[in-house]
């Protein structure tokens, strides 16, 4: 596939860089480079992508976009995030072809965890 006028990158603020380097390391196992202190460069995080110091967060109540992670095991990862200092905002829900839930990161930003793995047939009609 062309990367031409393709999404190519993604940037969020952090707070705090090295809680954001050991939260999305210990629970998704992302990888980091750093560039000076108010930067890092994402790794096996499915997108290239990067956390730039700022005092600001994202979120869908703000119009902000909510970056959806893939889970195939949706609890366990949700147990995870709460377990390394995130915060669920949706419980689990369903919706049509899948489950998902909100979390924010310990800096505040929303993101959502979704899977699909264990639903039957019927699940998604």
């Known amino acids: 596939m062309s990367k031409h006028e393709k999404i190519n990158y993604i940037e969020f603020p952090s707070k ?13 196992n992302w990888g980091f480079t750093d560039y000076g202190p108010d930067y890092i460069a994402v790794s096996n995080a499915g997108i290239d992508s990067g956390f730039f110091l700022s005092d600001h967060v994202v979120s869908q109540e703000k119009g902000s ?48 965890v979704w899977s699909d793995v264990g639903l039957s047939e019927n699940d998604n009609e």
């Open 16 to 28: 705090d860089i090295g809680k954001t380097k050991e939260f999305f390391g210990e629970v998704f």
């Open 65 to 112: 976009v909510l970056v959806v992670l893939f889970s195939n095991t949706l609890e366990s990862t949700r147990d995870k995030i709460e377990q390394f200092g995130g915060s669920i905002t949706k419980p689990i829900f369903s919706f049509p072809g899948g489950r998902r839930f909100h979390f924010t990161d310990p800096n505040g930003n929303e993101y959502a």
